[in-house]
């Protein structure tokens, strides 16, 4: 995804992640809003990053983000992404940026009304794919060039989050955050197309008792990628997946897990 591969996953997080109660001032990012529109929600989140969300009289949630979507780009916006799925309650969105912000837009339906969310924060945020270490960090071996990989770095599979069948494990990290939090990531190299993975992971999550599954495909850039979110105990787990920029028609699967023991 080169530089900005996980402004998406940086969105979604914070979708899944907010609690929409306590409402403070918010900066709705764009002007210009429907008439019709009515703005029911604005909060301030901290670190720069505002949601406003509005609610018009229809079940045309694609027309509402298109609405959206084209006063945002009158402003300067230009789209980087958009996607479709189940996340958070949402079913279709799309991702825009200009100068050194992002903004997330995204619509459902719920009954005869329509619910449309607007976030926007700065570029700058936590990049699951790259999260670095110099503490426990594998790279892969030197290969042939252009001739993809064929066996695994050192490292380890997560147990309840099997690998992709017939991966070859490409990295692996390892990092304890004070003495309560483990961060790990685990990458691996595929040939198969993203929605195969989707619903591999799909099953697997829910046969190996994760909770809270939600996933959904993304395009980006003509790019097909998937993301996929779930709990299990004291543990939270992200799933994406990108294409190789060292190898033609293959993808690469990114598996983070953060587990909590306190």
Do not use: H
Not at 219 to 241: F, N
């Amino acid at each position: 995804m080169a530089s900005n591969k996980m402004y998406l996953f940086v969105l979604l997080m914070i979708i899944g992640a907010m609690a929409l109660s306590g409402c403070s001032s918010g900066d709705p990012g764009v002007d210009d809003i429907p008439s019709e529109y009515e703005e029911t929600r604005s909060i301030n989140l901290g670190d720069n990053i505002s949601l406003t969300q509005y609610e018009i009289e229809t079940q045309d949630s694609s027309q509402v983000l298109n609405d959206l979507q084209q006063t945002a780009e009158s402003e300067g916006w230009e789209v980087i992404a958009d996607w479709e799925g189940d996340f958070a309650g949402y079913k279709v969105g799309v991702a825009l940026e200009k100068d050194d912000r992002i903004m997330g837009i995204n619509t459902a339906v719920n009954g005869n009304i329509t619910t449309a969310t607007v976030i926007t924060g700065p570029r700058k945020g936590v990049n699951v794919a790259d999260m670095n270490n110099d503490e426990t960090s594998s790279q892969v071996a030197e290969e042939e060039p252009d001739a993809p990989p064929t066996t695994d770095v050192d490292g380890q599979d997560f147990a309840d989050a099997p690998r992709y069948p017939d991966s070859v494990r490409t990295d692996y990290t390892s990092l304890t955050t004070g003495s309560d939090v483990t961060q790990e990531k685990v990458q691996y190299l595929t040939s198969d197309n993203p929605e195969d993975v989707k619903i591999f992971y799909e099953n697997e999550l829910e046969a190996q008792g994760w909770e809270n599954i939600q996933s959904q495909m993304l395009t980006e850039k003509g790019d097909v990628r998937i993301y996929v979110t779930a709990t299990k105990d004291s543990k939270t787990l992200e799933i994406g997946t990108q294409p190789s920029s060292d190898y033609d028609d293959m993808d690469e699967i990114l598996i983070y897990v953060e587990t909590r023991t306190a």
